[in-house]
């Protein structure tokens, strides 16, 4: 399969791809901020610099898009061209992810991560529900590590184990 862009179409749609204030994390801030939670971004004295630092809950918040993650859902396709570049890619941030996470929780950390399915596609979450899981995370006491997604939820109302969704 071949790419339907040009060299320069891809080159222009790659470089307005951020890492930090996307549609998603945003979406997520300002809800938060609405219900009086209050928190700082990115910090860089917390490891890996999460999207969203809840310090008086000792949380964080990981707003991550489904593609550039990884993330086994519906959201996820592996791209037909350049696979072996986009594998090693991927893969290199599932591991940095692990690592994040791994760190924040070694520091005391309680981490949520939010996947972009949660918000978007056909299987997404409404956004109420997405933020009352959110905020019950933060003002609850709740394991190291959390997800949501769009995948059906356990008894505990929030997604328990590895991020994989």
Not at 14 to 43: V, W
Request: aromatic residues 8%; hydrophobic residues 35%; glycine residues 8%.
């Amino acid at each position: 399969m071949t790419d339907v862009l040009t060299p320069a179409q891809r080159r222009l749609n790659m470089s307005r791809i951020r890492g930090k204030d996307t549609k998603p994390e945003m979406l997520i801030r300002r809800a938060l901020h609405a219900r009086g939670l209050r928190y700082r971004l990115h910090p860089k004295n917390i490891a890996g610099k999460p999207d969203m630092v809840f310090a008086r809950h000792r949380a964080v918040i990981l707003v991550q898009g489904c593609f550039w993650h990884g993330h086994d859902c519906p959201l996820f396709k592996w791209p037909a061209t350049r696979t072996e570049f986009w594998r090693k890619k991927i893969e290199g941030n599932r591991e940095r992810d692990r690592r994040q996470i791994d760190s924040l929780s070694a520091c005391g950390w309680r981490v949520l991560l939010i996947w972009e399915c949660a918000l978007r596609g056909k299987h997404k979450r409404s956004l109420t529900e997405v933020l009352d899981k959110a905020e019950h995370f933060i003002r609850q006491e709740h394991p190291a590590f959390c997800t949501i997604s769009h995948l059906p939820d356990n008894p505990e109302g929030l997604g328990f184990g590895d991020g994989s969704g």
